[in-house]
T-cell receptor, first 118, second 112 residues
Framework: GAVVSQHPSRVICKSGTSVKIECRSL??????MFWYRQFPKKSLMLMAT?????????EQGVEKDKFLINHASLTLSTLTVTSAHPEDSSFYIC??????????????FGPGTRLTVL | GQQLNQSPQSMFIQEGEDVSMNCTSS?????WLWYKQDPGEGPVLLIA?????ELTSNGRLTAQFGITRKDSFLNISASIPSDVGIYFC????????????FGTGTSLTVIP
């Protein structure tokens, strides 16, 4: 149980194009999903918290107009990198926390998406 | 955002040796999680801790929730080559929010 998928796993795009990354919780519902960015050999950097049915909460320094987040349902959140540039190349990882009785908090990660912008 | 102090940053050990790493925070948490990440993949949850002083095992892995609620420890016994990877701790205080804070990671290399 507690499986999170991401699609695509790898994407290469030209500078100036937009890329959409999907994050799905396959066997549980998640009110909240998180989007992270990870640079090589570095820890996870939280970009935004995605809330089902409401606007995402972005971390300081993350451009909300560049990284569009849509949490369409309790099992799907999407991250769209708009007008991508080479400096946006990175490993993007989503995670989801199951809806629970509030006693147990766990966060499950997707396998990540490697974005390369040429 | 807040990042937890995790040490050591990297470890190079012989197969069969035991491994210890820890994570410290300036604030109190009510949940500690430990993850392992292989290259090019997402982190995989290893152990979850919910109570100060709690000691939980998962095979050769044992983790403890520090009694101060500001730290946690992960031990790996009798390391094997497949233990290679980066280990992250994550802490949460659900009374103040839903955001997990991550450690800086410990890179483990096991020499056969």
């Amino acid at each position: 149980g507690a499986v999170v998928s991401q699609h695509p796993s790898r994407v290469i795009c030209k500078s100036g194009t937009s890329v959409k990354i999907e994050c799905r919780s396959l066997d549980f519902q998640a009110t909240t999903m998180f989007w992270y960015r990870q640079f090589p050999k570095k820890s996870l950097m939280l970009m935004a918290t995605s809330n089902e049915g409401s606007k995402a909460t972005y971390e300081q320094g993350v451009e909300k107009d560049k990284f569009l987040i849509n949490h369409a349902s309790l099992t799907l959140s999407t991250l769209t990198v708009t007008s991508a540039h080479p400096e946006d190349s990175s490993f993007y990882i989503c995670s989801a926390s199951p809806i629970s009785g509030g006693l147990y908090n766990e966060q499950f990660f997707g396998p990540g998406t490697r974005l390369t912008v040429l | 955002g807040q990042q937890l102090n995790q040490s050591p940053q990297s470890m190079f050990i012989q197969e069969g040796e035991d491994v210890s790493m820890n994570c410290t925070s300036s604030s109190i948490f009510n949940t500690w999680l430990w993850y392992k990440q292989d290259p090019g993949e997402g982190p995989v949850l290893l152990i979850a801790l919910y109570k100060a002083g709690e000691l939980t095992s998962n095979g050769r892995l044992t983790a403890q929730f520090g009694i101060t609620r500001k730290d946690s420890f992960l031990n790996i016994s009798a390391s094997i080559p497949s233990d290679v990877g980066i280990y992250f701790c994550a802490g949460l205080n659900s009374n103040t929010g839903n955001q997990f804070y991550f450690g800086t990671g410990t890179s483990l290399t096991v020499i056969p």
